[in-house]
């Protein structure tokens, strides 16, 4: 059946195939040879040159020499770790996701956290977004929640993604500066795409300098859907609570742990793990019946927004434990593969734009960055439900495929061959959605309030984060050289609150904004190439 689970359920278990513990054992050579000698290359004679017939060289040179691969184009540095979630009670009303039905199963998990803007090796509390990224290993399949810290993104539609992180990346020709939210570039396409001033805000506020993995809020950002047994669909939002409460780093304290332990971060949930202080996090789902989906003065489809919770409360329906660090990073938590697209029955998609630019970006970015199309096969990948099908051979393949044929149907294959299952034999069925519209690239009307919540997440500021706001603004903001740029970002903000405007104004010797007439709530304009040209820039 489909929750039959060869590998067993048990993740761990699933990972003891693959681990080797050299402890006791001879060294060898990648063919099980037994070594004698590895410090000496084979020369011709004490004082001559090195022989090419020593195998045993050439190997662990060779083999050093591909160590490396790319770094994730985003999110490169992180940390993970494994757990366990366990829901509160039975989901079925709306969803038929198995690992949401039953208080008494406990589905592993892997759960990455990271910096978004930082190569590799960069330290850890600088002022970014958060990557949490959570593979539910279930007996369906795995289901990847690939989240941030913040509910809301930069960006309306995927096709800017790599106009954004092309932005927050160091600038191409010097490689400078490494700290995202200090360029030029960042603040001239966030006050180009006014729709990023929210998610703008978040970043300027304590949210982007989290004290602990352990004690951040996680979300799933875009509305997605659940799909119960009878078809019906339900909006959802995710939202990760931290059982520690959420804490943030005061600016001064980040910097100064950015420059005496890069690793705060990383070594604080490591920590953490091995002394037994298992981190966890509250699961809670906001959610939308298909009837309202038109009933908010924002777009569910809008990634740059969020319901607020007055509107929709957040409802907890399960927890999470993370009780185990990796055995090894690389193996694991940088072979890890997340995807949106990564989903199991009961969970699918909507027609967020970003959202939908996602599906089709992981799997891609994963196709160059561990190597070809068998990295699902990878240990930290595989997922405990049985995988059978006929995609085939490729760089790196481990399973060793039996029978003759491999397509679907055949009749030569003495055993048979894999047959497709009914969605009530637990197959993956997408949501029933009808789909009707001209082809065209015009934005909905429905997406243009840029700044209505922005001002929302500021008026619920207390006037201590405030401070720490407008601190982040002259820091970071006083750091852009071209004075027209830090010109337009402070018009921008001056849409989202005037005196907020003049503050950050002040600080950063650009002169203070007239009061905006801008009605907060409303729709504004987008820019248009005239505005561009107004900025001196045209
Ligand atoms: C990586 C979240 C938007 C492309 C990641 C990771 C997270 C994440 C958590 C790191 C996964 C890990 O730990 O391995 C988000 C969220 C987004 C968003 C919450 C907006 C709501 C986008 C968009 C694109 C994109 C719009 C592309 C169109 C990528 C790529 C990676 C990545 C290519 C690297 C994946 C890899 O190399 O395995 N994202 N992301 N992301 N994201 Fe996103």
């Known amino acids: 059946g489909p929750q039959s689970t060869e590998r067993g359920f048990d993740k761990q278990r699933n990972l003891d195939a693959a681990r080797n513990d050299p402890a006791g054992h001879h060294l060898t050579t990648d063919q099980g040879v037994r070594v004698a000698q590895t410090d000496d290359s084979l020369r011709a004679g004490d004082r001559g040159p090195t022989l090419l017939e020593d195998f045993h ?119 400078m500066p490494q700290a995202a939210s200090a360029h030029d570039t960042f603040w001239d396409f966030v006050s180009l795409q006014p729709e990023a001033m929210h998610t703008v805000m978040w970043l300027m506020s304590d949210r982007a300098i989290p004290r602990s993995y352990r004690m951040m809020q996680g979300f799933g950002v875009h509305t997605f859907r659940f799909v119960n047994a009878a078809g019906q669909g339900t909006f959802v939002k995710f939202h990760w609570r931290p059982l520690l409460g959420v804490h943030s780093l005061v600016w001064d304290e980040a910097q100064k742990c950015a420059g005496k332990d890069p690793d705060f971060n990383r070594r604080d949930l490591w920590t953490a793990i091995e002394h037994g202080q298992y981190p966890e996090w509250e699961l809670g789902v906001q959610l939308v019946g298909e009837q309202d989906e038109h009933a908010f003065d924002f777009d569910l489809l809008d990634a740059t927004k969020i319901i607020p919770e007055e509107q929709v409360p957040v409802r907890p329906i399960g927890r999470m434990v993370l009780d185990r660090n990796p055995d090894n990073f690389f193996a694991e938590t940088e072979q890890v593969a997340f995807h949106t697209a990564n989903v199991v029955p009961g969970i699918d998609f909507t027609n967020d734009p970003l959202l939908q630019a996602r599906n089709f970006s992981y799997l891609d970015t994963q196709l160059i960055r561990l190597g070809g199309p068998n990295f699902a096969q990878l240990p930290v990948n595989r997922p405990v439900a049985r995988v059978t099908n006929n995609q085939r051979d490729g760089y790196g393949q481990q399973d060793v495929h039996v029978g003759t044929a491999s397509y679907t ?45 922005a001002t929302l997440f500021w008026n619920s500021m207390a006037d201590w984060e405030r401070e720490h706001i407008v601190a ?13 740029v830090r010109e337009r970002a402070v018009d921008r ?46």
Do not use: W
């Open 57 to 175: 060289a050439r190997e662990k040179i060779t083999h050093f020499d591909h160590e490396r691969i790319p770094e994730r184009v985003v999110h490169a540095r992180g940390a993970g770790a494994y757990g366990r979630f366990r829901v509160y009670e039975s989901m079925a009303d709306v969803t038929r996701a198995d690992f949401l039905q039953d208080p008494e199963l406990e589905t592993p998990v892997f759960v990455r956290f990271s910096t978004v803007a930082g190569s590799r090796g960069s330290a850890d509390t600088v002022r970014d977004v958060r990557g949490f990224a959570t593979k539910f290993y279930t007996r369906q399949g795995n289901y990847d929640l690939v989240g941030n810290s913040f509910p809301v993104f930069f960006i309306q539609d995927g096709i800017k993604f790599p106009d954004f992180v092309h932005s927050v990346k160091p600038e191409p020709n010097s490689e």
């Open 493 to 538: 903000i001056n849409e989202i609150d005037h005196d907020l405007a003049v503050a950050v104004a002040q600080g950063i010797g650009v002169d203070e904004p007239t009061a905006t007439t801008t009605n907060h709530g409303r729709s504004s304009p987008a820019l248009s190439m005239a505005n561009l040209a107004g900025d001196g820039i045209g």
């Open 409 to 453: 149907p055949n009749s030569l294959n003495p055993g048979g061959c894999p047959v497709t299952a009914s969605p009530d034999a637990g197959a993956y069925a997408h949501y029933t959605q009808t789909v009707s519209g001209t082809k065209i690239r015009e934005r909905s009307p429905s997406f243009q309030d840029f700044y209505s919540q």
């Open 472 to 484: 982040a603004f002259r820091f970071e903001l006083g750091k852009c050289e071209h004075r027209h």
